[in-house]
């Protein structure tokens, strides 16, 4: 008979098949997840202020104008901080499937919703509502993906698995993109009849595909360990009351991602607003966007894998600077009004976002302890979500006040690169650090001296 584990020493899968499909899964999800949260926007700029948005009912206004407060800026934290706290209580898997259970029955749900022409403002209302579920189930679902991941991999390898679940973000702006387009190949009347459903309606097929591969892989064995260590059914306290008691990890885990959340917000969701301002056409912003989620799909992974041998730190400071310096060439490359040099300028920015971007996953799940991970990764991660992609674009907006000027878009990215710079200063470096560990004040000093090897295996 085997004896127990210490614990102090982390039980971790030694099965690579195993790491694989926990891999597969959280990328599937992450998909998914992106798809359904990405097909909304795209389909709410195509279709949904004609369906279910008409300028002749004011009320209907201020329905739209809350969904996109409620979905954009509140949702987001609340799923992580409700989500965070059932999946430090009951397990990050059970989370894992509801969370991609709730985004699949929600789009699933507008796709087969009346419009506003059929049940009147109700229809606007349950949009907005389903949105809102949408919002709530992705706050959730980046932790407890990464950890799934970070939890099992050897210690050596965390960055380089989390850049694989971390390709799902532009992959599911991909299959976005596609069905969208073969969606609006219909004539028009065909595509706002019943053509703009089917994007939706194929995430059921999707959900299916993600529910059966999610659900055969083990619970991490860290959050097993941590739950045999206080026994079953024995209370731990409120992850968030704790994470809050000692805030300074949250607060630098914000910090850090607000520089590649904002950076995002600049080079895809404002950028099309900015280019289209200047004389770019539409299509020619929406082909820069694909190359830059081509140029994520290769750019993430790298970084994430670069991230384990140079260190977290290294990788994310390397983005930031970039953004510094980057940041006046790159708009002058996208005030040439030339379609490549546009292209370029898109391209240059993701890199340097994803330098910054790609070590988030190991670099937030290592500051926090088992019992208050999933919280304190969450949490830290919508809050940058928040402030660096919600409120950049409502900043930029206001610096250019009718006048469209790159300058202070560009001054507006280098502040908030140096605001990921300097919080990734006050960020002990991670790499490599004992998981196992309970106490996030713990979790804030760095290593000194190297995990045995068989804490590795």
């Known amino acids: 008979m085997s004896p127990a584990p210490s614990p102090h020493t982390p039980e971790r899968s030694s099965d690579p098949a195993l790491l694989r499909r926990v891999a597969l899964s959280s990328l599937l999800g992450t998909v998914i997840e992106y798809y359904d949260f990405l097909l909304y926007g795209t389909m709410a700029a195509l279709v949904f202020g004609e369906l279910f948005f008409p300028e002749s009912d004011p009320a209907v206004g201020?329905?739209?104008?809350?969904?996109?407060?409620?979905?954009?800026?509140?949702?987001?934290?609340?799923?992580?901080?409700?989500?965070?706290?059932?999946?430090?209580?009951?397990?990050?898997?059970?989370?894992?499937?509801?969370?991609?259970?709730?985004?699949?029955?929600?789009?699933?749900?507008?796709?087969?919703?009346?419009?506003?022409?059929?049940?009147?403002?109700?229809?606007?209302?349950?949009?907005?509502?389903?949105?809102?579920?949408?919002?709530?189930?992705?706050?959730?679902?980046?932790?407890?993906?990464?950890?799934?991941?970070?939890?099992?991999?050897?210690?050596?390898?965390?960055?380089?698995?989390?850049?694989?679940?971390?390709?799902?973000s532009p992959i599911g702006f991909l299959l976005s993109t596609v069905a969208v387009t073969l969606a609006s190949l219909l004539p028009r009347a065909s595509f706002l009849s019943w053509g703009w459903r089917v994007p939706f309606l194929f995430s059921a097929v999707l959900l299916g595909i993600g529910?059966?591969?999610?659900?055969s892989v083990t619970e991490s064995p860290l959050f097993r360990q941590a739950a045999r260590e206080r026994g079953t059914g024995a209370a731990s306290g409120v992850p968030l009351a704790q994470v809050l008691r000692r805030p300074r990890?949250?607060?630098?885990?914000?910090?850090?991602?607000?520089?590649?959340?904002?950076?995002?917000?600049?080079?895809?969701?404002?950028m099309l607003t900015y280019a289209t301002a200047?004389?770019?056409?539409?299509?020619?912003?929406?082909?820069?966007?694909?190359?830059?989620?081509?140029?994520?799909?290769?750019?993430?992974?790298?970084?994430?894998?670069?991230?384990?041998?140079?260190?977290?730190?290294?990788?994310?400071?390397?983005?930031?600077?970039?953004?510094?310096?980057?940041?006046?060439?790159?708009?002058?490359?996208?005030?040439?009004?030339?379609?490549?040099?546009?292209?370029?300028?898109?391209?240059?920015g993701q890199v340097v976002q994803s330098a910054m971007y790609a070590p988030l996953g190991p670099l937030l799940s290592e500051m926090f302890g088992t019992r208050v991970r999933y919280t304190g990764a969450s949490l830290g991660y919508q809050?940058?979500?928040?402030?660096?992609?919600?409120?950049?674009?409502?900043?930029?907006?206001?610096?250019?006040?009718?006048?469209?000027?790159?300058?202070?878009?560009?001054?507006?990215?280098?502040?908030?690169?140096?605001?990921?710079?300097?919080?990734?200063?006050?960020?002990?470096?991670?790499r490599g650090r004992d998981l196992s560990a309970e106490d996030p004040a713990a979790a804030e000093r760095p290593r000194t001296r190297p995990a045995s090897r068989g804490a590795e295996a």
């Open 278 to 348: 200047i004389g770019y056409a539409t299509s020619e912003v929406m082909t820069g966007l694909l190359f830059t989620s081509v140029t994520g799909l290769v750019s993430i992974p790298l970084f994430s894998a670069l991230s384990d041998r140079v260190g977290r730190r290294a990788v994310v400071l390397a983005g930031a600077a970039g953004v510094v310096l980057l940041a006046f060439p790159v708009y002058a490359l996208v005030d040439a009004r030339s379609p490549a040099l546009l292209i370029l300028g898109m391209v240059l």
């Open 62 to 168: 201020t329905i739209a104008a809350f969904g996109t407060l409620a979905a954009g800026y509140v949702a987001r934290p609340l799923g992580g901080a409700v989500f965070g706290h059932f999946g430090d209580r009951l397990g990050r898997k059970s989370m894992l499937v509801l969370t991609m259970a709730l985004m699949g029955v929600a789009s699933f749900l507008i796709g087969v919703l009346p419009t506003y022409g059929t049940i009147g403002v109700a229809a606007p209302v349950l949009l907005v509502l389903f949105r809102v579920v949408q919002g709530v189930a992705i706050g959730g679902e980046w932790a407890g993906a990464t950890l799934m991941v970070v939890e099992h991999a050897d210690p050596r390898r965390r960055g380089l698995w989390s850049g694989v679940m971390q390709m799902g």
């Open 211 to 215: 529910l059966y591969v999610r659900v």
């Open 249 to 270: 990890n949250l607060v630098l885990a914000c910090a850090v991602g607000i520089g590649p959340f904002a950076l995002t917000a600049l080079i895809s969701t404002f």
């Open 383 to 430: 809050l940058a979500a928040l402030i660096g992609g919600g409120l950049t674009p409502v900043f930029a907006g206001g610096l250019l006040s009718g006048d469209a000027r790159s300058a202070p878009l560009a001054v507006l990215a280098v502040v908030c690169g140096l605001v990921t710079a300097l919080a990734v200063r006050r960020t002990a470096e991670t």
